[in-house]
Every structure is written in C-alpha cells, then in structure tokens.
C-alpha cells in the first residue's frame, strides 16, 4: 500500500513561481512512474508532467517550458516546479503513482491559485 502526501501548494501572483512536493510512504511498494495531474473547477483533471523510474518526463503543452517535473529515487519523493504562473494553471495539483505491478495511487491534492 503507498500513501502519497502533496505539500507546496498556495496562492501566488501571475508570473511567480511555487515548488509542489509528493512524498511517497508505505510497505512493499515499488514505484514505476510518477505523474502530476490537476484538475481546475468544472474541468476533467489532466495530465501534467509524467517521469519514469529512468528520469524521462514528459509534459503537457501547456506547461512546456515552465514546469519541471523531478523525482528523488531513494527518498520516494517527486517535485513539480512552476514558473512564470498564469492564471489558467489554477487548480488542485495531485501526484500520482503506479508500481511496477500496475497499481496507481492518488494523493489528496493540494490547491494551487494564480492570481493577483
């Protein structure tokens, strides 16, 4: 079973920056990939940044070039750093896991708001 905890988010001027957090806890677990999705108010949620076990990422092309997706093997941790926000990135930001087995988990989230 994993347990994952988002922290970082919050309110924040357009053009700012924000460092999300997701850690990973829990037993007998091995995580593949790492995903960030985030869904805004009457919006399916959506993919963000994904990362493999081997540090490929992807991103979506709204955050191209803005965000970075990054993870920390050996302290199962995963990081999304946001720059130059606008407020269309506002939303609740969830991590999400799958193991090695195919199993995915989903943090509570954590609300991100981009205004002034």
């Known amino acids: 079973q994993v347990q994952l905890v988002e922290s970082g988010g919050g309110l924040v001027q357009p053009g700012g920056s924000l460092r999300l957090s997701c850690a990973a806890s829990g037993s007998g677990f091995s995580i593949d990939a790492m995903d960030w999705y985030r869904q805004a108010p009457g919006k399916q949620r959506e993919l963000v940044a994904h990362?493999?076990?081997?540090?490929?990422?992807h991103y979506a092309d709204s955050v191209k070039g803005r965000f970075t997706i990054s993870r920390d093997n050996a302290k199962n941790m995963m990081y999304l750093q946001m720059s130059s926000l606008k407020p269309e990135d506002t939303a609740v930001y969830y991590c999400n896991v799958k193991n090695i087995w195919g199993k995915v988990y989903w943090g509570q989230g954590t609300q991100v708001t981009v205004s002034s």
């Open positions: 990362i493999t076990s081997a540090g490929s990422t």
